[in-house]
């Protein structure tokens, strides 16, 4: 075995144990990568988990199209936990309270464009302050509404 093939599989084993998310785009080749680095080929592990070989390539190319069920098989023949994580560099309040802004804006600037036209246009910081308002008031109680374009 080439130095490669040995640096390659430490480091393949060192994110699996450190549960290293990956991209979902990734997991194809992540899977290949663990069954080449055990030295098996698609055939033998197609035969393992009881499922053909060209699915075994499917997932392999791209497991974003692939079964969930059938990407778990595939890594626990390798005693590995497939965990589907989610991620985001934003907490789920932070992505609302962005989303509520939009809506906000859209709401006010629909309503305050009405307002300019009949000449009653409030201070900008008035519209400020009603921004605010409704930022707030949509983030508390976030609904479907909040999503409606």
């Not at 309040?93 to 802004?101: D, L, S």
């Given at each position: 075995m080439s130095n490669f093939d040995d640096l390659k599989r430490r480091q393949i084993s060192e994110t699996i144990q450190k549960k290293i998310p990956i991209?979902?785009?990734?997991?194809?080749?992540?899977?290949?990568?663990?069954?080449?680095?055990m030295g098996m080929t698609?055939?033998?592990l197609a035969k393992?988990?009881?499922?053909?070989?060209?699915?075994?390539?499917k997932i392999e190319e791209n497991a974003a199209t692939s079964s969930l069920i059938n990407v778990e098989r595939y890594a626990r023949i390798?005693?590995?936990?497939?965990?589907?994580?989610?991620?985001?560099?934003?907490a789920m309040?932070?992505?609302?309270?962005?989303?509520?802004?939009k809506k906000?804006?859209?709401?006010?600037?629909?309503?305050?464009?009405n307002m300019a036209m009949e000449k009653q246009a409030p201070?900008?910081?008035?519209?400020?302050?009603?921004l605010n308002q409704l930022i707030e008031e949509l983030s508390a109680n976030p609904s479907s509404k909040l999503w409606e374009d």
């Open positions: 991209p979902i785009e990734n997991i194809g080749t992540r899977l290949k990568d663990i069954r080449e680095s698609q055939k033998q393992r988990i009881n499922i053909s070989q060209p699915v075994v390539s390798f005693g590995i936990d497939f965990q589907g994580v989610f991620t985001s560099e934003k309040e932070e992505i609302i309270k962005g989303q509520a802004e906000a804006k859209q709401i006010l600037d629909r309503t305050f464009s201070q900008e910081d008035a519209y400020k302050f009603q």
